[in-house]
């Protein structure tokens, strides 16, 4: 814990089960791996296979009611993954979450 504000974006989002973010980090880690290259926001579909979408739970506030929270539709999404290196050169994940595809959602 910082003792900071805690930042938030525009979606609450999460992963439905744990084995799927294990798999997307172990895509992730390979991508790095592979290209030499910090990981990038990648599509859900690319990440997970076809239909991952599904298995995943967002919500957004309703601009035309800020006390009511509405569900994301994650169709055509993406997982964005941060990762920091640690002083041995290695890798570990700082955080990974979906996002709804660009002008789905207010």
Known sequence: MTGRAHRVGAFATRFDNAEDMARADAYFRAEMARTGEEAIETSIEDVLGPGAEERFTGYY??????????????????????????????????????????????
């Open 61 to 106: 506030r309703d601009p035309a009611n800020l006390d009511e929270f509405k569900p994301v539709n994650f169709e055509g999404g993406t997982i964005m993954p941060l990762y920091r290196q640690n002083p041995d050169g290695t890798y570990r994940l700082h955080t990974m979450f979906a996002n709804p595809a660009p002008g789905r959602h207010p």
